[in-house]
């Protein structure tokens, strides 16, 4: 097959790599770093800085502080640094830089008047390359961008999206009232379930979806506290529609949370009764599934299995556990860690992992999980395991040891995390569904409780394939094109 000849686009002048980068090291608020604990940045061209390790402290050895006294110093021009040493660097605690277009497929036609091509073939700085639509007026055409609205619905965290085999759109997530924003008593009190033909459809105030309240709880222990109905998902399972939601077991606390089932009664989720299955169950006596805190339940087939990811607290962190289903409701193999709380953007405010979501690609599975406390240091993991190895065995998935996706001040996304994913509506490129915050704030801050602010909103994102088969996630809220100039391409005519 012949290749395509592509243009290179200009590049963003923070994405031009020279000999050298720069790094330096900044102050926080929310905590007092301890020794040789430092907050780094680093830069391209000293303007746009990237914050390492999810924004979370980075222990430094003193020889590596000796030869960067600007470090140090807190200079905020920063000091020069090679680019061997800053992928190395980003190798250990993440590059959290914008994926943008970086090459355009060149365009000829054969005659003034024929027909440009609807779709041309692009690259991306990351190497993924792909086909998107173009939009024509004469020789002169424009690249689409995803659009989505941002964000798409307000005040739901945990945002979960399903795409059904006819092609509908359901969405759920946890429940807050902006109404009584902070208050605990007002949160988390419903499970409603929204569908629309499109994905843009689901959006507040398009008016084109139904909605419907599956599930209620009033507040417990006489009306104080919230029955913590949390990160809701649809499942359509071997024929029959299920949602998986966290609740309390207990009339007078809150906390003893444990993971729930609700399944339909007939084949229209929008129209036919919900009833409640209960607490997830295991069959496997003494086992230590469902025995403490457990939360964020989701489930995934592969070749032929079904399988539950969830979190679950021991000795007070988080960890997420997996188990091989009998039904829906029920596992029936021992319950195994595959992430444990380890690295310092797991650790701000509690230790965590939670939020387990799935996605496949290339002969590998994907799971992404949410990490730290729930204010703007959340961010996003990822563990990855080939598609043949056993997914019940700890050691067939590996662990990437920086976060995958994180805050921008630069967009003003913060505290991103709980994400599901679903593919477009023109079925044409993988979608990440997350929640994130429109301001900064953290643990710490006088009675600040993160956990009922109603700021959380849901958002779209395009995962990004890179060259190596491994997912970006860019930045949130960041364009494809560094600059609108690399939307646009222009036809040539041959010439004889």
């Known amino acids: 097959m012949k290749s395509k000849k592509m243009t290179k686009l200009p590049a963003a002048d923070f994405l031009v790599r020279q000999e050298t980068a720069y790094i330096r090291s900044h102050t926080v608020t929310w905590e007092s770093p301890s020794d040789n604990q430092y907050y780094l940045e680093y830069s391209y061209d000293r303007s746009v800085w990237f914050a390492l390790n999810g924004g979370n402290a980075i222990p430094l050895p003193q020889d590596v502080l000796e030869v960067t006294p600007a470090l140090q110093a807190h200079d905020s021009s920063g000091c020069k640094l090679s680019l061997a040493a800053l992928e190395t660097l980003q190798a250990r605690y993440g590059a959290p830089e914008p994926v943008y277009l970086s090459e355009a497929e060149e365009v000829t036609l054969p005659s003034p008047d024929a027909e440009p091509p609807s779709k041309i073939t692009v690259s991306y700085t990351n190497g993924m390359r792909e086909e998107r639509t173009v939009i024509w007026d004469g020789l002169t055409g424009t690249i689409q961008e995803p659009r989505y609205a941002a964000p798409l619905i307000s005040h739901r965290a945990d945002p979960y999206i399903y795409r059904h085999t006819d092609g509908k759109y359901y969405f759920m997530a946890s429940h807050t009232d902006a109404g009584h924003n902070l208050d605990g008593r007002y949160q988390y009190l419903y499970l409603i379930l929204r569908c629309a033909d499109t994905l843009e459809d689901l959006t507040d105030n398009s008016g084109r979806y139904t909605e419907k309240i599956i599930y209620a709880h009033e507040p417990i222990n006489g009306g104080a506290m919230s029955p ?187 505290g991103l995390g709980h994400n599901s994913f679903t593919r477009s509506t023109d079925d044409s490129e993988d979608l990440i569904i997350y929640h994130g915050r429109q301001e900064a704030r953290y643990l710490g801050e006088g009675d600040y409780q993160p956990l009922y602010d109603a700021g959380r909103n849901a958002y779209v994102g395009k995962v990004f394939w890179g060259s190596d088969g491994m997912p970006s996630f860019s930045v949130p809220g960041a364009p494809i094109a560094a600059r609108r100039a690399d939307l646009t391409v222009t036809a040539k005519v041959k010439t004889i």
């Open 228 to 414: 913590h109905l949390w990160a809701p998902e649809l499942h359509y399972i071997h024929g029959g529609w299920f949602v998986y939601y966290t609740a309390t077991i207990s009339d007078q606390s809150s906390w003893r949370i444990r993971p729930h089932c609700l399944a339909c009664t007939g084949s229209d989720p929008m129209r036919d009764p919900w009833i409640e299955k209960g607490p997830i169950r295991t069959t496997v006596e003494g086992d230590i599934a469902f025995t403490d805190f457990s939360l964020d339940h989701t489930y995934f087939s592969h070749n032929g299995r079904d399988y539950l990811l969830w979190a679950q607290k021991t000795n007070n962190i988080s960890d997420i556990l997996i188990a091989e289903l009998a039904d829906p409701w029920t596992i029936c193999t021992p319950a195994v860690c595959l992430t444990h709380p380890e690295y310092n953007w797991e650790l701000h405010g509690f230790p965590v992992n939670e939020g387990p979501a799935v996605i496949r690609h290339e002969g590998r599975i994907f799971m992404t999980f949410s990490a730290s406390g729930t204010d703007a240091l959340y961010c996003v993991g990822l563990l990855y395991a080939d598609e043949n190895a056993d997914l019940l065995k700890a050691a067939s998935w590996k662990k990437c040891p920086h976060p995958v996706f994180q805050s921008s001040s630069v967009t003003g996304y913060y």
